[in-house]
């Protein structure tokens, strides 16, 4: 199974949104990755329930909310509502994880867990069996445009080693300065999910030509969809 790619609209233009996503989903992109802040465990504040559903009207993709939130509880069934089918909290910010991630599945969405660069691997090993996505931060979360952190490389390879040993299907994401440079590393290390924000929407030659550029570095051929801009 060829890992895929899951585009940050965090990096999109706000002002044409729809026709950002709906770009990503003619060049073949597999799900569109929205990354919510609360101006508490990260220092920024971004998106909403709102635009979930907005990106959810303009492409037919999975939806996953990446919630950089403080005790996220409250604001999972929204996501839900709003067309979200996979969530992922921050082990750093969830004082009980378990119960967090119960809820979610309980709402009907899939479960994931995030850790930040400082955060060791083997933090996962009680929640692991109870997720559907581990998410290696390779920045540290708040902003896109930053440096790709090199030490997420190992902490890969070492949960790519947690998740097989145990027989898992949890899939496994690297989130912040994934770019043509480090994919195939990435891809090679045993992520099977690449989140791209700058990589994709900064793209020189526009979001398809982004695309398609970290899709050569993770082994695949663009499937561009003939799909009109739907926004509506
Ligand atoms: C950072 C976010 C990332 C980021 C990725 O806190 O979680 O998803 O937006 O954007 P780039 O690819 O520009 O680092
Ligand atoms: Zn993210």
Known sequence: MPAELAPS???ADFAKLGEDVAACERAGADRIHIDVMDNHFVPNLTMGPEVAAACGRSCGLLLEAH?????PDSIIPAFVAAGVGLITVHYEACRQLHRT?????RLGARPGVGIN???PADFLTQILDEIDLALVMSVD???GGQEFQRGAIAKLVELRSMIDTRG????????GGVDASNAAACVNAGATVLVAGTSVFRAPGGVA???GCLFAKMGRSATPVDRPPSIS
Do not use: H, K, N, Q
């Open 168 to 175: 898992l299907s949890c899939e496994l994401e690297v989130d």
């Open 67 to 71: 919630l950089m939130v403080e005790e």
């Open 209 to 211: 030509a982004g695309v």
């Open 141 to 143: 979360p708040g902003f």
């Open 9 to 11: 609209i965090l990096a």
């Open 117 to 119: 660069p400082a955060t």
């Open 101 to 105: 991630v119960s809820a979610i599945r």
